[in-house]
């Protein structure tokens, strides 16, 4: 499934390996242009509270922490992660980002927890 999944900042240049192209961040990326951003969805729901997004504020040091909370919140969030999972099972999905930081922002966080999480989440009951 990881191989499905990339990252890519929405300020790169789309390619036709993108796949299926997802912003999820919360808020739009300064800058950028509906039409340039080529997208094929937004899913705020996914993206990381204001809080903790604030909390993490791409600082290298809070990393590992800020990964632990963001997947406290998408453990608590089945229902925004539904789409994206609809998403996952027809093929090549990149995440779009706005941070800077290529190997440290919420996309890259997502896509770890997608792929460490699929069998859990898909065997849990309620």
Known sequence: MTKRIRTKRIYESPSPD????????RIWPRGMSKA????DHWIKDV???????????????RWTEF???YARELDSNPEGLAELRRLLKGGVVTLLYAA??????????LREYLASHRQRTVHRSH
């Open 18 to 25: 993108d796949g299926v192209r997802i912003l999820v961040d």
């Open 47 to 61: 993206a990381p509270s204001a809080e903790l997004r604030k909390w993490f504020g791409h600082r290298p040091e």
């Open 100 to 109: 800077q930081d290529v190997e440290r922002n919420n996309a890259e966080a």
């Open 67 to 69: 990964r632990k909370r």
């Open 36 to 39: 340039d951003a080529a997208l």
